[in-house]
């Protein structure tokens, strides 16, 4: 079993950053990717951005290229997701996840999911 607790969320700006965490607990030895998605209101949840644990490799979706940064913290278990440049159109709840497959960039790679944390750009 692992636990994945995210933070950071809140309401921001358009324009303004914020860095997100998703701490790991529990088994994660063998859950190499730890990926983010996000679901706005009425959408499907979409890929953002995965690292894995053991070569620190990023991988983006297209809404987080040039704009939001992914890394990892070995020693805390933490993998952040820091975003910069919000739109408002970046509004949504925020997931983090662990998997132990290849490929990143999809639901069904992922084992274990975090409850989520809410993310709200004004304009």
């Known amino acids: 079993q692992v636990h994945l607790i995210e933070s950071g969320g809140g309401l921001v700006q358009a324009g303004g950053s914020l860095r997100l965490s998703c701490a790991a607990s529990g088994r994660t030895s063998g859950h190499d990717a730890v990926g983010w998605f996000r679901q706005a209101p009425g959408k499907e949840r979409e890929f953002v951005a995965a690292?894995?644990?053991?070569?620190?490799?990023?991988f983006y979706g297209d809404s987080a290229k040039g704009r939001f940064t992914i890394a990892r913290d070995l020693a805390k278990k933490t993998v952040y997701l820091t975003m910069y440049s919000l739109k408002p159109e970046d509004t949504a709840v925020y997931y983090c996840?662990?998997?132990?497959?290849?490929?990143?960039?999809?639901?069904?790679?992922?084992?274990?999911w975090g409850q989520g944390t809410q993310v709200t750009v004004s304009s």
């Open positions: 690292i894995r644990w053991s070569d620190n490799s990023p």
């Open positions: 996840a662990v998997g132990d497959r290849d490929t990143v960039t999809l639901q069904t790679d992922y084992n274990y």
